[in-house]
């Protein structure tokens, strides 16, 4: 199995399960010193979704993936999503060294606000370790849970996620979790969804990053996919995800996956 968990709270890093040993940066955290790479932060501050996705795709620089997971104390991610995230990245990425997920830093609890875009990435500045790295060949995923919800939310319709950099995504794990509880048996597959579908973003789909083989973007929902079954539809995001998941966590369709195919995945 190459799931691999490592927690690193408070102190000394505790590993779970099959764990490795991990270049941390907790000890900046507690001084208020920045994350270990300004060089790289800086680069990833300035991209968008989709501009290093032949990167996470293809094995022509990068030939391994590590997916860094922090999370705002109570609302850590679910180990059977993050294994669904890991399965799927490993069958659509060209990644020879594997695929890890790493769950680093346990943040004090925020408040529960309504997120704005800078405040989230304050938060990631302030706690985020890993960046990618081409002398080593590891590229890196960026995931981060936080309480509250977006302040974008309004009557018509509630966040549920969003890719905002390059390599940068946010998961508001309060409202994944209020809409999961009304869906009643279909509630489950709300994160892992959500997971996938910002993954797909990241990925440079649909037609943000990487050129569509034929086109399937919806043109009333930029970089979605037209098919209302597949992952990358615009409501695997929002509150409607329910509409989605009546046979089951949904995948890629065919034109995605041709997409990544192209650009030198899997």
């Known amino acids: 199995m190459n799931l691999l968990f490592l927690l690193a709270c408070t102190g000394s890093p505790a590993p779970i399960g099959d764990a490795i040993p991990l270049d941390t940066a907790t000890e900046g955290h507690d001084s208020g010193e920045p994350p270990l790479d300004i060089d790289q932060r800086g680069e990833n501050l300035g ?10 795709l293809a094995d022509t620089t990068y030939t391994s993936l590590q997916v860094e997971i922090d999370w705002v104390a109570g609302h850590a991610p679910d180990e059977d999503a993050l294994d669904h995230l890991r399965t799927t990245l ?3 990425c060209n990644k020879p060294g594997g695929v890890q997920i790493l769950l680093d830093d346990e943040l004090p609890d925020q408040g529960a606000p309504a997120w704005s875009y800078d405040a989230a990435e304050d938060l990631e500045i302030d706690w985020r370790d890993r960046y990618r790295d081409p002398d080593t060949g590891v590229a890196v995923l960026y995931y981060l849970y936080v309480d509250g919800h977006s302040d974008r939310d309004t009557d018509a319709g509630r966040i549920l996620g969003y890719a905002y950099h390059g390599s940068s995504l946010l998961m508001f794990a ?3 979790a209020d809409v999961s509880a009304g869906l009643l048996g279909l509630g489950g597959g709300v994160e892992p969804t959500v997971l996938v579908h910002e993954a797909g973003h990241v990925l440079g789909l649909v037609n943000n990053g990487v050129e569509m083989v034929t086109g399937h973007e919806d043109p009333d929902h930029t970089h979605h996919d037209a098919n209302e079954e597949c992952i990358m539809y615009w409501a695997a995001e929002t509150d409607a995800i329910g509409d989605l998941l009546g046979g089951g966590t949904p995948d890629f369709d065919e034109e995605c996956r041709a997409d990544m195919q192209a650009a030198g995945g899997r």
């Open 47 to 56: 991209s968008g979704p989709g501009d290093y996705a032949v990167d996470f």
């Open 90 to 92: 490993e069958a659509l």
């Open 174 to 176: 309060e409202t994944m």
